[in-house]
Each structure stands twice: as structure tokens, then as C-alpha cells.
């Protein structure tokens, strides 16, 4: 998501973290996926005293801008070291770089929807997230921009869909299949209002919502004047993980993760 978005990014972070008021959670590692300028380290730092950053950059952020990123982590960590995460190498090789079981709270703000394999992304989260850990997340859903779905402007703009255009009741689903714990999910319309055509462009495209190679032509038919994000949320944890995954509505339970006592009794 690039510059035009940033308050977009930092204002849905905001919702998403007002909604963490209510949760009870000693989190001490903390990964956020993506990472981005804005004030949702600071809230965590205010949340979690003593709380330690695991970043994962935007990939379109600057050298310097992940420089500076990089160096507010480490004062946000109160100068403890923390992973810097690729997405980049996450897309490649469907591996989130942190060790398994590592993880108190995983913070995921409008990446899904980019994301070819969203399903494998929860595995990965479930993987690293400790034994009642959270996983709270955001994403655009599928009646994002609905204003452009017109047939007229679909032959004249290079328009494209989101990779993972999922409604809320496909992500508690999903979440539950994965083996996440008690799955909470809701959703909003958020309504962006237009006056200029460049920029409705520019933020459809930061949406990735267009190609954003396409060059910019005439258009024949008017742009809508306001762009509908339906921005949806949710959060679930992760219970159970010595369980191995269910199958048939059941739970086997790993032979390692059986404790016994042995005692010898005097005759």
C-alpha cells in the first residue's frame, strides 16, 4: 500500500487496536505484518509495557523510511533486538522467518486481500504464536470499490480484483478450520469521498485495485465521485496447539505431548 493510503492504514490499525480494550493478553512479542509508519507501535508500547517488535516492512517503503522504521522498532522495544521479517520472502517461500511458537500477538492490518493463499498465511501465524496467542487482522472484503464494477468502466480501465476477495464469514471459517479458538469477526463500510479523478485513480491503484503499471488515458464515461471500502475484522486465538488438527470433528492428541509419572513402590 503506498503513501496516498498511509492514513488509511493508520486509522483502520486504530480500530483494530481500540477492540483489544476488552481482551486479556500478557503479550511480550509482538509481530507486526505488515509494518508502517503510524501510531500503532506506540499504542502496543502503552498496552504492553515492556514489549518486544517483530517487523515486517511494507515492500514498497523507501531505504530510508526502513531505516527509520527499523531504528523506531528498537526504541519501541526499549532497545531489545527483534526480527525484521520479509514479505517479500514470505510470498516467495510461504514462510513467515520466526521460530515456531515464538509469537504472543500477531497484528495483521490490510494485507489479506493481497495475499494469493490467505489460508496458508493463518497456518503460519498459527505456527508461530505461542499457546494463547492472538491473531487480530484486517482486510479489504469483496464489495470494496463497487463503484467501479460498472461493464463501461471495466472496458476502459485496467481494473483488477483482489487476490483474496473474502467476506467476513469465509475468514471464521477459516479461521476455525485452522484451528483458531473462539473467532471473532465484524465488518464496516467506509465511504471516500472524491473530488478530483487523479486521485481516485491514485488510491485505487494504492489499493491495488488497478494495474498499477496502466497509464492514464481519457475516459469516456465520468468516474463515480466516492470510492465504498468494506474493511472487515476479526481475532482468534491460538488454544490447543499440542492437539494435532482435527479430523472427522476429531482431535488426536500427540503421544509426546503425553506426560507420565513413574513411581517404584517398596514391597
Same mark, same amino acid.
Given at each position: 500500500m503506498t503513501q496516498s493510503m498511509r492514513w488509511l492504514q493508520d486509522e483502520i490499525a486504530a480500530r483494530m487496536l481500540q477492540k483489544l480494550d476488552i481482551v486479556k493478553l500478557e503479550a511480550k512479542d509482538v509481530l507486526l505484518i505488515p509494518d508502517f509508519p503510524g501510531a500503532h507501535a506506540p499504542f502496543l508500547t502503552k498496552r504492553f509495557p515492556g514489549i518486544r517488535f517483530h517487523s515486517a516492512p511494507e515492500c514498497e517503503l523507501s531505504s530510508f523510511d526502513l531505516f527509520k522504521l527499523r531504528v523506531s522498532r528498537f526504541w519501541n522495544s526499549r532497545m531489545k533486538s527483534a526480527s525484521i521479517i520479509s514479505i517479500a520472502d514470505y510470498k516467495k517461500t510461504g514462510r513467515i522467518n520466526l521460530p515456531s511458537n515464538s509469537i504472543d500477538l500477531v497484528v495483521s492490518v490490510l494485507l489479506i486481500q493481497d495475499l494469493a493463499d490467505p489460508k496458508h498465511f493463518l497456518q503460519e501465524c498459527w505456527r508461530v504464536l505461542k499457546e494463547g496467542g492472538l491473531l487480530t487482522l484486517s482486510y479489504l472484503g469483496p464489495d470494496t470499490a463497487k463503484e467501479l464494477n460498472s461493464e463501461l468502466l471495466a472496458q476502459q480501465l485496467p481494473l483488477q480484483k483482489l487476490a483474496s476477495p473474502w467476506d467476513m464469514h469465509d475468514m471464521g471459517d477459516a479461521l476455525l478450520g485452522e484451528r483458531f479458538s473462539d473467532p471473532v469477526m465484524d465488518m464496516e463500510f467506509l465511504c471516500l469521498d472524491y473530488e478530483s479523478d487523479a486521485v481516485l485513480l491514485a488510491d485505487a491503484r494504492a489499493l491495488h485495485l488497478l494495474n498499477p503499471s496502466s497509464q492514464s488515458s481519457a475516459l469516456e464515461t465520468p468516474l463515480p465521485k466516492k470510492l465504498t471500502l468494506e474493511v472487515? /475484522?476479526?481475532?482468534?486465538?491460538?488454544? @490447543?496447539?499440542?492437539?494435532?488438527?482435527?479430523?472427522?470433528?476429531?482431535? /488426536?492428541?500427540?503421544?509426546?505431548?503425553? @506426560?507420565?509419572?513413574?513411581?517404584?513402590?517398596?514391597?
Open positions: 472487515v /475484522y476479526g481475532h482468534a486465538w491460538a488454544l @490447543g496447539k499440542h492437539l494435532a488438527k482435527a479430523q472427522d470433528h476429531v482431535a /488426536y492428541v500427540d503421544l509426546n505431548q503425553i @506426560g507420565r509419572n513413574t513411581r517404584s513402590d517398596s514391597a
